[in-house]
């Protein structure tokens, strides 16, 4: 049987006529259309910087409004990414930059349909907008879904919590949309009524909404193209499910899964990587290590899609960032900040080694490299294969100059807590599962955790990275920095 990669076979193929997406295939190095590229945070370029620092291979650094969490992502000549501003979120900004010289192209802004608090311990525009020839279309956690021409007109918008009932998670909405040809899809699992939805991306209108039970996560969906057809493949707090990507209709489940709730799902090929990460309240590390697996799919019985467990870790319990999977090995980083390689055909660990920092960014894979970008703007660059070597270790700014930006940045998230009323403790609401990861939500941190998570998510953590060939795009809170080899 033959599998192949969803978006860089989708995108590359002839456009239908309701949804143009143009001359230039995914797989192309000259645009990154969605979060992790096409779910596998691979890049086709063949040139990418290998070194950089505060004044060496840095071709520009551009200021965003507001604050956000989601990467960018590119199309040819244009890098969108979104950002939210006010003490409410109630501002939601959609900003177009020139790939050439980071200046800005334009900046739209929409008022956000449900509002909530402005800090570093909720979602803060943390969805990845996706891109074709036909513009951008972002979903923010307000459940506004907006869609914009490449000059920045709009050409639809819907608000989802309006339209299926209000957003409720402890800490916000993270999910970012994925897309095929002409459909986008977005995943809203939440503490109230979840669910899958496909629109189409030409006028926004529903194709099918598949219901879910409410589950809290962060974790997107990504597209597969198995014998010729399309899946949506969802790993998310518990479960990991395949939908028909045209109808909906669930196609298999693997359940009994656990800390799967903010890392989302890799694929390569027949192979689904998925990760899960330890929570705060959960101590069962085995069940945690057995839940970062490996799953093969393939047709049962007469046709019929569905998987096998290809293998379970022994010992692992991943953290924020995604799995990649990179010559015959797959990989994944603890919230300690070290890197498990694991032999993709038996899930034997091949080696375990701590970075120079810990990411939160799911790492980058180039033919022979693997970027770990950590969250703090240091990045460790390593050798794809069985044995760790390190090629290059590169810092965003000098230490001194971090530290000067992290305290300011602190005092600011200490003024604006201060402002906010108090938090409410919440306790474990009736029936919940004890194999989901209570990090969105299950029960109350107590304050010196709400002080610790404050002071991890101010400032200038590197959230999320886009690549073309020639150039590395990184995104932190307020700025975009492009590295570039420079002469």
């Not at 507001?66 to 244009?78: K, L």
């Not at 800005?104 to 525009?125: C, D, E, I, V």
């Not at 090929?269 to 697996?293: K, P, Q, T």
């Not at 870790?313 to 995604?322: K, N, V």
Request: hydrophobic fraction near 35%; charge should be neutral; glycine fraction near 10%.
């Amino acid at each position: 049987m033959t599998f192949t990669i969803s978006l860089a076979i989708l995108l590359a193929a002839p456009p239908s006529a309701t949804d143009a997406i143009g001359a230039v295939p995914a797989s192309s190095p000259k645009i990154w259309p969605s979060f992790r590229n096409d779910g596998s945070s691979r890049t086709s370029a063949r040139e990418l910087p290998l070194e950089w620092g505060p004044a060496q291979n840095r071709a520009w650094t551009a200021a965003l409004p507001g604050y956000g969490q989601s990467a960018p992502v590119i199309w040819q000549d244009r890098i969108y990414v979104t950002s939210v501003e006010g003490p409410e979120k109630e501002t939601l900004h959609i900003s177009c930059i020139g790939v050439a010289d980071g200046k800005p192209l334009w900046k739209k802004s929409f008022p956000a349909s449900q509002k909530g608090r402005n800090n570093p311990m909720q979602s803060r525009a943390a969805g990845t907008p996706i891109a074709d020839a036909s513009g951008v279309i972002a979903f923010f956690e307000s459940g506004d879904l907006i869609a914009l021409t490449p000059s920045g007109e709009l050409r639809w918008q819907r608000s989802l919590s309006r339209e299926f009932g209000e957003l409720k998670n402890n800490h916000g909405l993270g999910s970012s949309p994925a897309q095929s040809n002409d459909l986008a899809f977005i995943l809203v699992d939440h503490q109230g009524p979840s669910y899958l939805l496909a629109v189409k991306k030409s006028d926004g209108t529903t194709v099918w909404k598949m219901d879910r039970s409410p589950r809290a996560s962060w974790s997107s969906p990504v597209v597969m193209s198995v014998n010729g057809r399309l899946q949506v493949v969802v790993s998310s707090n518990g479960t990991v499910t395949g939908y028909a990507a045209d109808t909906g209709k669930k196609l298999w489940e693997l359940d009994g899964l656990v800390g799967n709730a903010v890392p989302s799902a890799t694929m390569l090929g027949d192979r689904v990587v998925v990760a899960a990460a330890e929570g705060r309240m959960r101590n069962d590390l085995d069940a945690i290590s057995r839940s970062n697996c490996c799953l093969r799919l393939k047709e049962v019985g007469e046709g019929q899609p569905g998987f096998e467990v290809a293998w379970r870790a022994r010992r692992l319990a991943a953290h924020y960032p995604s799995p990649v999977i990179a010559e015959g090995h797959a990989y994944f980083v603890d919230k300690s900040g070290v890197v498990h390689c694991l032999d993709l055909e038996s899930g034997d660990e091949r080696y375990a080694e701590r970075l120079d920092s810990t990411p939160w960014a799911t790492p980058l894979v180039m033919t022979g490299r693997i970027y770990f970008f950590g969250k703090d703007g240091v990045t460790t660059v390593v050798k794809t294969g069985p044995q760790f070597e390190k090629l290059a270790t590169n810092r965003l700014w000098t230490e001194a100059e971090y530290r000067s930006r992290y305290e300011a940045a602190k005092k600011a998230a200490d003024e604006a807590a201060a402002k906010e009323p108090p938090r409410p403790s919440r306790r474990p609401s009736p029936g919940a599962n004890p194999g989901q990861n209570p990090s969105p939500g299950e029960s109350g941190p107590s304050a010196a955790e709400l002080q610790a998570a404050r002071y991890s998510a101010v400032g200038d953590v590197v959230y999320g990275v886009a690549a073309i060939e020639g150039m590395i795009v990184i995104r932190t809170g307020t700025e975009l920095h492009a590295i570039q080899n420079r002469q």
